[in-house]
Structure formats: C-alpha cells, structure tokens
T-cell receptor
Framework: GQNIDQPTEMTATEGAIVQINCTYQ??????LFWYQQHAGEAPTFLSY??LDGLEEKGRFSSFLSRSKGYSYLLLKELQMKDSASYLC??????????WGAGTKLIIKP | ETGVTQTPRHLVMGMTNKKSLKCEQH?????MYWYKQSAKKPLELMFV???????ENNSVPSRFSPECPNSSHLFLHLHTLQPEDSALYLC??????????????FGAGSRLTVL
C-alpha cells in the first residue's frame, strides 16, 4: 500500500530552527509537496520537489531524497505565525496525491 | 473576488436533512476537487472534475452527490448523512490534474456537523 509518515506534533521556540520530516512509500513518484494550514484556514502551497536536493524559499527550505523516500521541511528564524499544520503529499505514478496526516507545529515564545 | 471560495463555512444538519456545499474558483483553473478532512487523518479525495467531467470518484457513499455545472463552480449535495460524516470539507482547484507540478489552491472549507 501507499503511505506517508510524518510526526503528529512538534514544538519549537520562537527564533529557533525546526525540521519536519516526511517519509513515503508510493507507487512511483512525480513530486513531493508541502502545504501549510493554519487552524480554520485553507491549506496553502509551500513547496514542490521533484529532483533530489534542497530548495530554498526565504525562511523555508525543502529537501528531497528519492532513493531514501524522504523529505524534510526546514523552517528558520521561527515566528509565532508559523504555528500551523504542515502537510506532506506525494504524487504517484498515476498523478494521484497521497497525503500524510499532517504535523502540528507549536511555536512557544 | 479571487481564489477559491466555499459556502457555507459552517453547517449543522440532522441525518434526514438535505443540504448543499458550494465552491467557486476565480483562477481560470480546469480541475476542481472535493476533499474530506478529519482530525489527525490524511486528506481523503472524494471527487475530481476536469473540464466539467468527473474523472475520479473514490468509492464515496451515494449520500454525497457532486455537481459541476461549469468550470468555475462545484457543489456537493448532501442527504441522509451519518454522524461520522462530520468533518471539514475542502474544495480545491488546479490547472492540470495530469501534471506532476499540480499545485492545488484550496478554499477555507465548510465545517459540517451531523447530529
């Protein structure tokens, strides 16, 4: 079966760095997505990785290793507004999106 | 108005009621989706429409009935629901469902409570 694993909840301190991991087993691979979802709001697109390596976008970076079935989202200089759920999703060979259950990130002052 | 708009934001209904959720996108996208989001569970894809034709129906119970009258509007008709159908229902749109870089734009969701 197809599966995405990510931690249920993480806590970090304002100003610090946090890494949210995502491992996957899917039928084929056509890219990996990260979305951010604040409570009561729409998920919003953060990043898309299809090749191995690190993609940086300001304070957020996303890493992919296809051979290991592994990705992480790195958030630097954490701010209180980064408190949200972070959803990892993989597109399989049939262009179906397989979703993880999300990681709730709590930022403490 | 831009983006993806969903109404109503909150809905409480009894098991014998009939109601509808509405979704509207102003992005010129070709595909629209209904997802179910339950606490601590992955998003569940319910229906996909591409160019107003249904292309995906993931074994969703018949008490959920989608309708896509045009490429900008999507409805989810609800009847004789069960309490376990209580969840957040998210609508999304995208440009091309058969593309690897298929970025979804979501609405804020309709929170459904079935009594």
């Amino acid at each position: 079966g197809q599966n995405i694993d990510q931690p249920t909840e993480m806590t970090a301190t304002e100003g610090a760095i946090v890494q949210i991991n995502c491992t996957y087993q899917t039928s084929g691979f056509n890219g990996l997505f990260w979305y951010q979802q604040h409570a009561g709001e729409a998920p919003t697109f953060l990043s898309y990785n299809v090749l191995d390596g690190l993609e940086e976008k300001g304070r957020f970076s996303s890493f992919l290793s296809r051979s290991k079935g592994y990705s992480y989202l790195l958030l630097k200089e954490l701010q209180m507004k980064d408190s949200a759920s972070y959803l990892c999703a993989v597109m399989d060979s049939n262009y179906q999106l397989i979703w993880g259950a999300g990681t709730k990130l709590i930022i403490k002052p | 108005e831009t983006g993806v708009t969903q109404t109503p934001r909150h809905l409480v209904m009894g098991m014998t009621n009939k109601k509808s959720l509405k979704c509207e996108q102003h992005l010129g996208h070709n595909a629209m989706y209904w997802y179910k989001q339950s606490a601590k569970k992955p998003l569940e894809l319910m229906f996909v429409y591409s160019l107003e034709e249904r292309v995906e129906n993931n074994s969703v119970p018949s008490r959920f009935s989608p309708e896509c009258p045009n490429s900008s509007h999507l409805f989810l008709h609800l009847h004789t629901l069960q309490p376990e159908d209580s969840a957040l229902y998210l609508c999304a749109s995208s440009q091309d469902p058969n593309s690897g870089a298929n970025v979804l734009t979501f609405g804020a969701g309709s929170r459904l409570t079935v009594l």
